[in-house]
């Protein structure tokens, strides 16, 4: 800072005040200048550190939320992996039921076949024993009327042979002479005579 020479006149003093004066007023409207110039860059700077510190805290809203999303698909995944061990428990269960079944199935299915074996060979026994009691049935009731004819044959016989008898008897008893006491028996003549007294005679 220049310093004032009193032997100056006023009115130099007063215009070299006056220059100095401006020359701060230059140098202030200069700092002030900058100082504008550093408020509005601070100015812009703390907008953008506000937007950026809105957009941080969106971010961080969108992060905090997108975690509890994360641990909601965990818990979700670990469901899903209780779930899935779960239903492969019961898939192999079910196979294995299912397997049984099958062998089940095969076990019967073939006892079926042994039983329609057996029943196809009771069903031929049955027939072959059905149709040899019909050939019995067939042979006994032939043989029934073979005896019934020669029963009805020899019962024939026998009324025709009493029948016989009894005409002979008659014959005899029409040309026997009366025998009385002391009398021999007469036989009638040959050619008179019954055909069994002839044979009998002979």
């Known amino acids: 800072m220049s310093t004032v020479n009193p032997q100056q006149p006023l009115d130099s003093r007063l215009l070299s005040a006056m220059k100095r004066l401006r020359l701060e007023n230059i140098n202030l409207q200069r700092q002030m200048r900058t100082l504008q110039t550093d408020c509005d860059v601070a100015s812009t700077e703390a907008n953008e550190s506000g937007s950026r510190k809105r957009q941080l805290e ?3 809203t969108q992060a905090e939320k997108q975690l509890r999303e994360v641990e ?9 992996e209780s779930e899935k061990q779960l239903w492969e428990g019961q898939r192999d269960a079910v196979a294995g039921l299912a397997q049984r079944q099958a062998q089940e199935i095969q076990e019967m299915a073939m006892l079926l076949a042994q039983r329609d074996e057996q029943i196809l060979a009771l069903q031929q026994a049955n027939q072959a024993g059905s ?14 009327v073979q ?7 020899a019962q024939e016989q026998a009324q ?5 008898v009894r005409r ?8 026997r002479a009366p025998m009385g006491s002391g009398r021999r028996k007469v036989l009638p003549p040959r050619s008179l005579r019954p055909m069994s007294l002839q044979q009998g005679a002979n």
């Open 168 to 175: 002979n008897k008659s014959q005899l008893d029409a040309i």
């Open 131 to 144: 149709q040899e009691l019909e050939r019995v049935k067939q042979q006994a009731r032939q043989v029934i």
């Open 72 to 80: 909601a698909m965990k818990l979700q995944l670990e469901t899903l």
């Open 160 to 164: 025709q042979a009493f029948e016989e």
């Open 58 to 60: 969106v971010q961080l």
């Open 147 to 153: 005896h019934y004819q020669a029963m009805k044959t």
